[in-house]
């Protein structure tokens, strides 16, 4: 956004005529970083910067250098030199602004229509002109007197339903911003006469149901956030299909094709789109669409005609019925950072992602059909340390695969399959990167390797054998599996009744603990005693779990860093153990939802640490004594 600003105030200047203003302002960005103009710069996951702030001294000193060139012009109607003011941000009112080239208007204000007919009709050297989330329902045909607008933005005007036909003689367009415009129908019928268009950002735009004719006459353009592929509806006779993006080679960033159709005579228009030219894009999503009652139609060999360039960073399919990828289709993308699929029903076979180097991320949702990651032999008897899997992954996320049982099948006979047990090898291959990794309605998972350096895991709707074999191993490799875990969340665990005491040992850098509707957990046992850098630590919804009778190991002392304390909806929970007076760290302690808690224990009045005390919804408590105590402490308790 900050580029295409300069821009279109004229502020970079091509050293010939094939020079690309992108460039040129990035190279421009990245010098004044690295001298400290700009400062605290953050990047996405593909290494990107979005997002930096201005040195505080440097921003000062702007505006004073800008003087009267800049004002912020609001309802106290501040005076200033018309004839010298060049960039404008407007409050509540606006006067005569003829010389503005630059005018932003306050987020989430409301402008009428009369109001931006005056802002078009006065302010014709206007440049530049910012006016996302003003309330906008109608931009007026008077837009188009404004001939020198460059960059427009009416990005979160989610009223807009369609544009004036007389935008496009604004022919100096450079950036147009409809971002969040949730309710915009179509775009411009002439989008062809804007020429000089180079970014049309249309993310959010929900409501498109095709591409105007033309489109592809743009050839200047950088950035199509989305192309939305007519599938039948309304504003056939003037849609461009998929050819529109064959010239398109420009392009960079990210490109959403939306709309796509299952067929058989599908492969030529998918072809057409010529996404292996299009070597500056690196984001692509590939959405189809399904109806009911649809002909069941491999798109295997149809993807063929829609693969990328090899630069291409992320990917994400939705709603792509092959059963497998064609050959050679997703690994010859080596510089992939993160792939998703998501919806993929019929999808069976994955290729050896594993071979994707640089992949540090991998989101797998609703495969219906898929058993394991991967289908070839993925141990080593021989070796004599784990195999390095997956080398930069980091973020691994499993969702509604109700069929997954494992990693990986290996042929034990021409006629069987068989899963690979983690007890058959012990030097299971191990992810080595691997932090964060999520595990929801995954039912019928049976096994998983080694993660080494894993630092969150959720593990939700799916088996506690899989963990419970990670948390028991032994390895001869350091560190030991989940030694650097600092979060577990465990919800809806339907087979867990006990942490195993051997297992928890593993567990010396956890921090946050949530156990959350594990209707069978009777006991913690003595093992939570061992994870000695517990910080915060949750227990709700658990049926068969009597916290009263778990004073043993809350007497070892062990729990000498948990500061939260959250428990809820414990049925079997009459008082709480006496060990509680162990917790001197403990700063929060919250209790809800437990009907038959009778009595606080006499413990709890040695938690010489504690700050908050919520008690709610329990209704045969009865804090007699404790009251005075807790109101000594400044404590105030809630039972309703």
């Known amino acids: 956004m900050l580029i295409n600003l300069w821009i279109a105030q004229g502020f970079i200047k091509p050293a010939d005529k094939n020079g690309c203003l992108e460039d040129i302002a990035n190279d421009y960005f990245m010098e004044l970083l690295w001298r400290s103009f700009f400062q605290e710069a953050q990047t996405d996951e593909l290494g990107d910067i979005d997002k930096c702030k201005m040195h505080d001294f440097m921003h000062d000193l702007a505006i004073e250098v800008s003087g009267s060139s800049f004002t912020t012009f609001d309802s106290e109607n501040k005076p200033f030199d018309e004839s010298k003011t060049h960039h404008v941000a407007i409050g509540d009112h606006i006067d005569s ?111 498109l149901t095709c591409m105007p004719r033309g489109l592809g006459q743009l050839t200047n353009l950088m950035t199509l956030s989305v192309f939305v592929v007519n599938s039948g509806g309304g504003g056939a006779g003037n849609s461009g299909g998929l050819d529109e993006l064959n010239g398109l080679n420009s392009l960079r960033e990210k490109l959403e094709i939306r709309g796509l159709v299952h067929g058989k005579d599908v492969a030529s228009g998918y072809k057409a789109v010529n996404l292996k030219d299009k070597q500056h894009i690196h984001t692509l999503e590939l959405k189809w669409t399904y109806k009911m009652g649809e002909t069941e139609v491999d798109d ?8 990328p360039h090899s630069n291409l960073k992320k990917l994400s399919l939705e709603k792509f019925r092959g059963v497998r990828f064609p ?77 997954l049982k494992g990693w990986c099948r290996r042929m034990d006979s021409l006629a069987k399959m068989m899963v690979t047990w983690m007890e058959d090898y012990p030097l299971l291959p191990s992810f080595p990167l691997l932090s964060k990794l999520t595990f929801e309605d995954c039912p019928m998972l049976t096994s998983i390797p080694t993660f080494p350096h894993l630092e969150r895991l959720h593990l939700f709707s799916a088996s506690w054998k899989p963990l419970q074999q990670t948390m028991m191993m032994n390895v001869a490799s350091s560190p030991t599996p989940l030694s650097e875990l600092k979060s577990l969340a465990l919800t809806t665990i339907k087979d867990l009744r006990s942490l195993p005491e051997e297992g928890l040992r593993n567990l010396i850098s956890i921090q946050y603990l949530s156990i959350d509707c594990c209707y069978r957990l009777e006991t913690l046992f003595r093992g939570i005693q061992h994870l000695t850098a517990l910080q915060t630590l949750g227990l709700l919804y658990c049926d068969e779990l009597d916290l009263g009778k778990e004073d043993d190991w809350m007497q070892e002392q062990g729990l000498k860093s948990l500061h939260t304390l959250t428990i809820e909806g414990l049925p079997k929970l009459v008082s709480l153990p006496e060990g509680l007076r162990s917790l001197t760290s403990l700063q929060y302690l919250s209790i809800n939802s437990c009907k038959r808690l009778e009595t606080l224990s006499r413990g709890i009045k040695h938690l010489i640490a504690l700050q908050t005390l919520k008690l709610r919804c329990c209704d045969e408590l009865d804090l007699g004594k404790d009251d005075h105590w807790m109101q000594g402490k400044g404590l105030r308790a809630s039972t309703l």
């Not at 295997?300 to 693969?307: A, R, S, T, V």
């Not at 949702?365 to 008897?381: G, K, R």
Request: charged content about 25%; proline content about 4%.
């Open 300 to 307: 295997e060999m149809q993807l063929e005609g829609l693969k």
């Open 327 to 403: 050959n050679n289709w997703l690994l010859s993308l080596t510089n992939l950072v993160s792939v998703r699929l998501e919806s993929c029903k019929k999808l069976t076979y994955l290729p050896s992602l594993s071979q994707l180097t640089s992949l540090n991320s991998l989101t797998l949702m609703e495969l219906d059909d898929l058993e394991y990651i991967e289908d070839s032999n993925m141990v080593s008897s021989s070796s004599s340390t784990p195999i390095a899997y997956f080398p930069s992954l980091k973020e691994m996320q499993f969702n509604r695969c109700p069929k």
């Open 97 to 207: 602004l003829s010389a503005v080239t630059m005018l932003f208007s306050k987020a989430s204000m409301s402008l009428t229509e009369e109001t931006l007919i005056a802002i078009f009709s006065s302010l014709k050297l206007l440049r530049t002109l910012d006016l996302h989330c003003t309330g906008i329902d109608v931009v007026p045909g008077s837009v188009s007197k404004s001939k020198h607008l460059r960059y427009l933005d009416l990005s979160g005007n989610s009223k807009i339903k369609k544009l004036p036909d007389s935008i496009t003689r604004l022919q100096n367009l450079h950036t147009l911003r409809l971002r969040f415009c949730k309710q915009l129908e179509e775009l411009p019928r002439d989008i062809k006469k804007f020429i000089n268009l180079r970014h049309l950002e249309i993310d959010g735009c929900d409501c």
